[in-house]
């Protein structure tokens, strides 16, 4: 297992998975370990997966300051593995939370970033979270699940800002999930075992974004992006993901049909065939400053 040294000392690891060019992996929570992400569908096939576990989770050291958490502390460390890797620019990919990760990266290194995949990423960092009616009309898709009627009253309540015991929070992972199979199963309870609850609580912490001083940044920020969002999924749901392509000058949108939050396991085929096609196609250097 690979490991590097961020600017503040804390060791950091990172997963390599399959062939060819590096494809840097920044997962997503926040602060999940990287393990959830698999092979990402089969992406392996054209792709070597760097897949860092930011710190704090899966094998990278637990910092000595808690406050290096919040997600835009956490830009350094991307850098430092750019430089461990030994690359002058490179192709990133990001899930959900750690999306904005990215659009940080971004804004802070846009030389750096050749192509950028963004998977069901809700933009907190330009303002735009997830809204109660977004997540309730994509649960809505569900109803005729054989499993929705038993779940859904208490989804809802909790929504509405109720509180809901843990066996009812536990039974709402249907509703992130394209399809609620045994695997999808097995993987949302493996999401809850490798969490960190401190870090996650911190990640957004205030102070993290400012949204105008992004959009603008990001306006400048001219590596080609996909934006891929799930069918079903509420957070986030098609059209705020739109928004995310808006934000970027050199963006395009894709939905997943019937996807959740995790759609490289509802269609690993579709899921691959769509983003290996936008990161094969080879990104023009940057002009000369």
Same mark, same amino acid.
């Given at each position: 297992?690979?490991?590097?040294?961020?600017?503040?000392g804390t060791?950091?690891?990172?997963?390599?998975?399959?062939?060819?060019e590096?494809?840097?992996?920044?997962?997503?929570?926040?602060?999940?370990a990287?393990?959830?992400?698999?092979?990402?569908?089969?992406?392996?096939?054209?792709r070597?997966?760097?897949?860092?576990?930011?710190?704090?989770?899966?094998?990278?050291?637990?910092?000595?300051?808690?406050?290096?958490?919040?997600?835009d502390?956490?830009?350094?460390?991307?850098?430092a593995?750019?430089?461990?890797?030994?690359?002058?620019r490179?192709?990133?990919?990001?899930?959900?939370?750690?999306?904005?990760?990215?659009?940080?990266?971004?804004?802070?290194h846009?030389?750096?970033?050749?192509?950028?995949?963004?998977?069901?990423?809700?933009?907190? #960092?330009? $303002?735009? *979270?997830?809204?109660?009616?977004? &997540? @309730?009309a /994509?649960?809505? +898709?569900?109803k005729? =699940?054989?499993?929705?009627?038993?779940?859904?009253?208490?989804?809802?309540a909790?929504?509405?800002?109720?509180?809901?015991?843990?066996?009812?929070?536990?039974?709402f992972?249907?509703?992130?999930?394209?399809?609620?199979?045994?695997?999808?199963?097995?993987?949302?309870?493996?999401?809850?075992?490798?969490?960190?609850?401190?870090?996650?609580?911190?990640?957004?912490?205030?102070?993290?974004?400012?949204?105008?001083?992004?959009?603008?940044?990001?306006?400048?920020?001219?590596?080609?992006?996909?934006?891929?969002?799930?069918? #079903?999924? $509420?957070? *986030?749901?098609p059209?705020?993901a &739109? @928004?995310? /392509?808006?934000? +970027?000058?050199?963006? =395009?949108l894709?939905?997943?049909?019937?996807?959740?939050?995790?759609?490289?396991?509802?269609?690993p085929?579709?899921?691959?065939?769509?983003?290996?096609?936008?990161?094969?196609?080879?990104?023009?250097?940057?002009?000369?400053?």
């Amino acid at each position: 297992m690979p490991t590097f040294t961020a600017s503040d000392g804390t060791e950091l690891a990172y997963h390599v998975r399959g062939e060819g060019e590096p494809l840097v992996v920044l997962p997503g929570g926040p602060m999940q370990a990287s393990e959830y992400l698999g092979d990402l569908g089969g992406l392996t096939a054209h792709r070597r997966l760097i897949l860092l576990d930011l710190r704090g989770t899966g094998d990278s050291a637990v910092p000595a300051d808690p406050a290096t958490y919040r997600c835009d502390r956490q830009t350094d460390d991307v850098e430092a593995l750019r430089v461990r890797l030994g690359l002058d620019r490179m192709d990133v990919l990001a899930h959900s939370a750690g999306g904005n990760l990215a659009l940080l990266y971004a804004a802070r290194h846009p030389r750096r970033v050749a192509r950028l995949a963004l998977v069901t990423v809700v933009p907190w #960092a330009l $303002g735009r *979270p997830a809204t109660p009616e977004e &997540r @309730l009309a /994509a649960a809505l +898709l569900r109803k005729d =699940e054989p499993w929705f009627a038993a779940v859904f009253p208490a989804f809802r309540a909790w929504l509405a800002g109720e509180e809901v015991t843990d066996e009812e929070f536990a039974a709402f992972g249907g509703f992130f999930y394209g399809r609620w199979d045994n695997t999808a199963r097995a993987h949302a309870a493996g999401m809850e075992a490798r969490a960190n609850v401190e870090a996650e609580e911190r990640f957004h912490g205030p102070g993290a974004y400012d949204p105008p001083a992004l959009r603008a940044a990001l306006a400048e920020v001219t590596a080609p992006a996909l934006v891929l969002a799930g069918g #079903a999924d $509420g957070g *986030p749901c098609p059209a705020a993901a &739109r @928004l995310l /392509a808006d934000a +970027l000058p050199n963006a =395009e949108l894709a939905v997943q049909p019937g996807a959740g939050h995790y759609p490289w396991l509802d269609d690993p085929r579709w899921f691959t065939r769509r983003t290996a096609a936008f990161l094969n196609v080879p990104a023009s250097a940057p002009a000369a400053s």
